[in-house]
């Protein structure tokens, strides 16, 4: 595999593949997949719908087969032709400006200000925190930080709760062309602010947007967090390479992400939404903005260490994703791989509830011999997922880790624990976040 990628890279290199030869390359040969997908899972079919009748078999086996083997194919083969293009100044000095919402965040807050103390960049940082009706020691936290670090940051207040309400105050203050908004749990490697603004500074004047890369900060914790290292590592990092790859990155996350201001205050900055950073991003998609992703800006955030934390996380996200579906359907993005990119988020409930419903269910049945469901041919989405990831550790510990003189910690454990059980647990809270959204429960920002 790695040889093979060497000898991608150096044909990319002689040859310039167009991003629109890459999308359709891409799409034949997973369609070409799930075609062989669905001839040798015949007999399977014909099984089930002894019991379900063929509609829903089909319906069942394209739901936790077809579908998710179509879509990991499609992403193995975008990777593979993934090539993150060079910076035009790797030391840019462009004033910006970072934007921290902050809610009851003593612990962390003065760490994540430390962090941008250290960075490598030498433009002007102007650092705006919101604090957003905290009731513990955020305010004296940021104080603090105001005393001793030496930063050029300013406490602003917003009573109205609210993380949107937070961000659309402080972008009121906002003078420069860059905005960054980072999380107040969230802390940044010494040259993330500068290869974000590369980026971006970097890319056509159309691009409204970079993403920072986010890893995981507290994976020593317990077990949970070592199982959610390897889903932003290889999951999260590997989405997000995809659909930067075809310039409509879906989500650039408030963890870690910069906007051109002009572009952000076009559309009246962040929307009254439990997802404000996905309707935010999709918006600027809508206006024929582009969307990066930049691997090398790398941030580190604390995930959830309690399975109830990762719970009230998750369907935050999947509730996000509903509103994003709801505000701007995929069918009026203007461009094509935007289209695409968020109309298979339109599949995403199937494939969760069917996941949920079904393929769990049939697990347990396996168990106990009754392969209805659950049985050999599903086993052929883990060889792609495992090239996948592949893939992705690959080019993370080459091009990402290395550059940046990171390590890999040690994960065995976690590892398999993601592969075996991970999408176990995450689809039924995706499930439980889509039902909140559809019955319009209350919305809590943690």
Not at 122 to 138: E, P, R, Y
Not at 245 to 271: C, H, M, N
Request: hydrophobic residues 45%; charged residues 20%; positive net charge.
């Amino acid at each position: 595999m790695h040889n093979s990628w060497n000898l991608l890279n150096k044909l990319q290199q002689k040859i310039y593949i167009t991003v629109k030869f890459k999308f359709w390359v891409s799409h034949f040969i997973a369609l070409l997949w799930m075609a062989f997908s669905v001839i040798i899972s015949f007999p399977w079919i014909h099984d089930l719908a002894k019991i379900v009748t063929y509609p829903i078999a089909i319906a069942i086996i394209s739901g936790i087969s077809y579908i998710p083997g179509y879509l990991n194919a499609f992403l193995i083969i975008s990777l593979l032709f993934d090539k993150q293009p060079k910076f035009k100044n790797e030391n840019p000095t462009e004033p910006v400006t970072i934007l921290i919402a902050a809610f009851n965040e003593e612990k962390r807050i003065y760490n994540t200000l430390k962090y941008i103390k250290n960075q490598d960049y030498h433009g002007k940082i102007t650092i705006l925190v919101i604090d957003n009706a905290s009731n513990d020691q955020t305010v004296a936290e940021v104080n603090r930080a105001i005393d001793e670090l030496q930063l050029n940051i300013k406490l602003l207040h917003e009573k109205r709760r609210g993380k949107f309400y937070a961000l659309n105050y402080g972008l009121q203050w906002v003078k420069s062309n860059y905005v960054i908004t980072l999380d107040a749990d969230t802390i940044l490697h010494s040259s993330a602010v500068r290869n974000l603004i590369a980026r971006i500074e970097s890319s056509p004047n159309d691009v409204a947007a970079v993403a920072g890369s986010v890893l995981v900060r507290n994976s020593r914790d317990n077990l949970w967090t070592k199982i959610q290292e390897w889903d932003y590592f290889l999951g999260i990092a590997s989405i997000k390479r995809l659909q930067g790859l075809y310039q409509g990155t879906l989500v650039a996350q408030g963890a870690f992400s910069i906007y051109r201001i002009k572009d952000l205050k076009e559309i009246g900055g962040w929307p009254n939404a439990i997802g404000e950073d996905i309707v935010v991003t999709w918006r600027l998609l809508e206006k024929k903005r582009k969307v990066y992703f930049e691997p090398l800006a790398v941030a580190f955030t604390d995930v959830p260490t309690s399975l109830l934390q990762f719970i009230r996380q998750r369907s935050r996200w999947a509730r996000g994703m509903i509103e994003g579906l709801q505000a701007i359907k995929p069918w009026e993005q203007p461009q094509l791989y935007t289209k695409y990119l968020t109309g298979v988020n339109l599949i995403m409930p199937f494939i969760d509830i069917t996941y949920t419903l079904f393929w769990i269910p049939g697990l347990i049945l396996a168990l106990f011999g009754h392969y209805w469901i659950v049985g050999p041919m599903t086993l052929l989405v883990l060889p792609l997922t495992l090239i996948s990831f592949g893939v992705l550790y690959l080019y993370q510990k080459r091009f990402v880790f290395r550059p940046l003189n990171l390590k890999i910690r040690n994960n065995t454990i976690g590892f398999i624990c993601f592969i075996l059980f991970y999408q176990i647990i995450m689809s039924p809270v995706s499930t439980y976040g889509y039902i909140q959204e559809f019955f319009k429960m209350e919305r809590k920002w943690k």
